[in-house]
């Protein structure tokens, strides 16, 4: 099994990198600290499976690019808070299991085993909410994923990720160069396609389901 590894924290990647290679069935292809690292090394390295350290933050718009692209890599997020909606999160961001923050060693290379067979375990309580989320978004009063992705302007996109995070108005305008009167325009108009009250709903749309925010019409604006 061929592994890439990373997270921002180099001592914590060599420890892990030596962990892997001491065991016969296991190679540490790189070790990166960042995801433009990550995206580098993929379009070079037939990995297996790539291991991202998500306990010190990691952008999640990034992470589900990155899975689009590779889609028959595996991407494991190590060190997750075990929360129902965590998990979901990063499953929806495109991640293929998880590693609980209290794991051991024996236990990460045994679940990175499962996850490049096909496998996932995790425990009755996250596997029950996952299952009732799945239920909930598949219930005929409420509209499936796909049918509630909306169909977004390239610039709408743009304004809708930096809505997700957080940014006010003004904000949004001098980081797009737009004033606040147009970003407002985008905003009331992403709240229509998105059947949305409230940018606050939007926020929280976009950070539990990020790739819509990616899925912009680029030859429009």
Not at 20 to 32: E, G, I, S
């Amino acid at each position: 099994m061929d592994i890439i590894v990373l997270t921002p924290v180099r001592l914590f990647g060599e420890g892990l990198a030596q962990c892997f290679n001491a065991r016969p069935d296991m190679y540490t292809l790189a070790v990166v600290s960042d995801l433009a690292g990550l995206r580098s090394t993929l379009t070079t390295a037939q990995a297996n499976i790539v291991l991202i350290d998500v306990t010190q933050g990691v952008n999640l718009f990034d992470v589900r690019s990155i899975s689009v692209e590779w889609p028959n890599v595996p991407l494991v997020a190590l060190g997750l808070s075990e929360q129902r909606q965590e998990v979901i999160r990063c499953g929806r961001a495109g991640f293929a299991g998880y590693v609980a923050r209290n794991a051991s060693i024996h236990s990460l290379c045994t679940t990175l085993g499962e996850i490049v067979e096909g496998r996932l375990t995790c425990s009755p309580e996250i596997s029950g909410c996952l299952l009732r989320a799945l239920f909930r978004n598949e219930s005929p009063s409420q509209p499936s994923e796909s049918d509630s992705d909306p169909d977004l302007t390239r610039r709408e996109s743009e304004v809708l990720e930096l809505l997700g995070q957080g940014l006010s108005n003004k904000e949004i305008g001098e980081k797009l160069c737009l004033s606040v009167a147009t970003v407002k325009h985008h905003v009331h108009h992403i709240l229509e396609k998105l059947k949305l009250q409230r940018r606050a709903q939007a926020m929280r749309r976009v950070r539990d389901a990020p790739w819509i925010a990616r899925m912009g019409s680029l030859g429009r604006k």
